[in-house]
């Protein structure tokens, strides 16, 4: 391997030695770009590796609330505000009890190379808390998200860091932020936040994004090896945002969607999940997808018991990821390729682990990385934050169409990169090296900073 590389990713180890997810990130983008290092030895003399994956503030705090019991509850706060290097930090918020600095910067590290494949001109960042929804009431919800914004205000702003959703952050939670946001500025600052309801200030189609980004993605893709999702079968990971709109845009190109889960566990309806029902116990009561057998008792629910999820054990034609990091193991890789699978295409972030991606790839199946599959939904916060700069609206129907043809000129590029650095067909390297390449050319631009 080139010695400069090496270096690297030893130092990187060294130096975040608690860090497996980030380490794990680094690693992948750094080696699929060994062959542009070659071209370009003086990106070492200019350290642009070192200076690639060190993020330029990592930012934690204290967030104490009151419960509806009267106890106060300390949490922690983080936002990696990892590059503005081509634009102001842009990402989204994780509320979930897992959130640790490892988590957060990779999730930041990620996003600077998706936000460079958009075309768009946003930098990566990401934030969150350990803070668990699960089980919260709304006005806990509501005091958890004003506590957590009374610090993070003086860190972000329209044209410095724009955060979003993420898992355990919707329209709901980027609602309380953006009160208690606007409120201690005094000020309507529409782009601070994106994610926002369409009553003051969202995007029409924001909701949808990433998991309608995730098909026009899964279609290019097939497409470009003489196949299309029509009377496929899928198998989607999470019920959450991602998931939904991934479940109701395959549905729209024909596939049938038979399985869908939850951290607990999946359910298997062989008709073809109710879509309908899944929103209503997801998005509207907040419940379990256990319930989904209240209505449908035909279905199956297979529990979740050990690390592998259930749902990579059915027979599919396509696998979408749609819940967390590594929730794909290589042991559910080599069932699905067992069972036939062609595409693997990941609406979670970093959802396959490097060896089950690595079997993927080894098997022939094709692999939709994360940063160029799920990139519909922050591509969409930039088109969100284009409409509060210049103050109008884009109807649904114009949002969705630049929406496809980001996503569609995303798979273009990974096409393209893949094929002129000698590896065609692999969509992962070739979304890390297109990204990779703009952001360093960006970096020789602006000197040492
Ligand atoms: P939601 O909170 O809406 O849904 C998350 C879903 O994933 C839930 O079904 C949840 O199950 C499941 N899940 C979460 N954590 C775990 C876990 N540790 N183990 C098993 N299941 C888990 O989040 P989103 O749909 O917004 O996000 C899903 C994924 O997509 C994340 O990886 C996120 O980073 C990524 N993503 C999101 C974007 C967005 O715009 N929202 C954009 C790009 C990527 P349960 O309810 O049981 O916790
Ligand atoms: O991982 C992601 O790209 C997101 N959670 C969305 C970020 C955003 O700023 O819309």
């Given at each position: 391997m080139n010695e400069y590389l090496t270096r690297v990713i030893n130092d990187v180890e060294k130096k975040n030695p608690n860090e497996p997810e980030f380490i794990q990130a680094v690693k992948e983008v750094l080696c699929s770009v060994e062959k542009i290092l070659d071209k370009h030895p003086e990106y070492k003399e200019k350290a642009i590796l070192e200076?690639?994956?060190?993020?330029?503030?990592?930012?934690?705090?204290?967030?104490?609330?009151?419960?509806?019991?009267?106890e106060v509850i300390v949490n922690r706060g983080f936002r990696v505000q990892f590059s503005s290097l081509i634009g102001p930090y842009k990402g989204?918020?994780?509320?979930?009890?897992s959130v640790n600095q490892s988590i957060m910067k990779f999730l930041g590290f990620e996003q600077i190379f998706k936000n460079a494949l958009t075309g768009l001109p946003i930098g990566g960042a990401k934030g969150g808390s350990d803070f668990d929804p699960k089980g919260k009431s709304d006005n806990e919800i509501m005091r958890f998200c004003q506590s957590f914004m009374t610090e993070l205000y003086r860190h972000i702003g329209q044209d410095v860091d724009v955060p979003a959703g993420d898992i355990g952050v919707g329209g709901r939670e980027i609602g309380y932020l953006f009160g208690q946001y606007k409120r201690i500025r005094n000020a309507y600052e529409g782009g601070v936040l994106t994610g926002k309801a369409i009553s003051y200030g969202g995007s029409l189609a924001r909701t949808e994004a990433t998991g309608y980004g995730l098909i026009f993605y899964t279609r290019e893709m097939l497409k470009a090896h003489d196949k299309s999702l029509i009377n496929k079968t899928v198998t989607i990971s999470g019920s959450g945002n991602v998931a939904i709109y991934a479940c109701e845009k395959a549905v729209g190109y024909g596939a049938k969607v038979v399985a869908m889960s939850d951290s607990n566990g999946c359910i298997y309806d062989e008709n073809g999940i109710d879509l309908p029902l899944i929103k209503q116990i997801k998005e509207v009561e907040r419940g379990r997808i256990k319930e989904y057998l209240n209505k449908h008792p035909e279905a199956k629910y297979i529990e979740k018991t050990g690390e592998d999820s259930p749902i990579w054990e059915i027979k599919t034609d396509i696998a979408l990821p749609c819940a967390t990091q590594n929730e794909l193991t290589l042991n559910s890789a080599k069932k699905l390729v067992e069972n036939g699978v062609i595409a693997v295409a990941e609406g979670a972030n970093m959802p396959c682990t490097q060896e089950a991606t690595d079997y993927l790839l080894e098997h022939g199946v094709l692999v939709g990385p994360a940063k160029a599959a799920n990139a519909g939904g922050v591509a969409t916060s930039a088109i969100e934050m284009t409409q509060n700069s210049i103050r109008y609206y884009y109807s649904f129907e114009e949002v969705e169409k630049k929406l496809d043809n980001i996503m569609t000129n995303i798979f273009k590029t990974c096409k393209e990169n893949a094929e002129e650095y000698g590896c065609a067909g692999n969509y992962v390297a070739g979304a890390n090296i297109a990204a990779f390449k703009k952001l360093a050319e960006a970096m020789c631009a602006q000197g040492i900073v």
């Open positions: 200076r690639m994956v060190e993020p330029e503030r990592i930012i934690t705090f204290r967030v104490p609330w009151v419960n509806d019991k009267g989204g918020l994780r509320f979930h009890p």
